[in-house]
């Protein structure tokens, strides 16, 4: 079975878990969070890759893809029936990108990249203060993920639009204005 996916990409705190969610509700596709994969399989007992992975979201560094193409695949094929994947903060860079297309080529079909933009003060004010207990939301492991993030992830989103595949939608808006721009794409 082939699996629709819409890459959602933007710097921390962009809004992509807050739109993806609305996107699920709306739509019936199922938001996939890199991230939140990453950090479940952190604390699974037992888990071969925890250690690996704390180490990662510690420093601010990217898991090794293979790791992360295997939660995404492992949680799409128990989702069931939906119209597709929300995979967002994935790829966050050439190394992922690659791995990506090494291990899911012939399983998905990108429809685009959902590009959501907003000015970096803005993004780091907002994760300083959503408050959700994460280890990596203190202003030095942020100013990580934006050089991170910069360095790594635009190129990315740089090389899905050089191929036509990028809607971006201003993130810095309130949240109704950014999903009214979404839900045009998705409709």
Not at 30 to 50: T, V, W, Y
Not at 53 to 78: D, W
Not at 111 to 123: A, E, G, M, N, R
Not at 160 to 173: C, P, T, W
Request: aromatic share 8%.
């Amino acid at each position: 079975m082939v699996h629709n996916v819409v890459f959602v990409l933007g710097p921390p705190g962009s809004g992509k878990g807050t739109i993806c969610a609305k996107i699920q509700e709306d739509f019936n596709y199922i938001h996939l969070s890199a991230g939140d994969l990453l950090r479940a399989e952190r604390q699974r007992e037992g888990s071969e890759f925890g250690a690996l992975i704390e180490g990662h979201i510690t420093n601010g560094t990217i898991v090794p893809v293979e790791i992360t193409c295997k939660l995404l695949e492992n949680a799409m094929k128990a989702a069931g029936d939906v119209r597709g994947f929300l995979v967002d903060g994935f790829p966050r860079n050439q190394n992922n990108l690659e791995g990506w297309n090494a291990e899911m080529t012939g399983k998905v079909d990108e429809k685009f990249v959902l590009y959501l933009s907003c000015p970096v003060d803005i993004c780091i004010s907002r994760c300083l203060n959503r408050g959700q207990g994460r280890t990596d939301d203190n202003e030095e492991s942020l100013k990580k993920r934006v050089v991170t993030y910069n360095s790594q992830t635009f190129p990315i989103i740089e090389h899905f639009e050089k191929s036509g595949q990028v809607r971006e939608v201003k993130s810095e808006r309130p949240v109704e204005e950014v999903y009214a721009d979404v839900v045009k794409l998705f409709s």
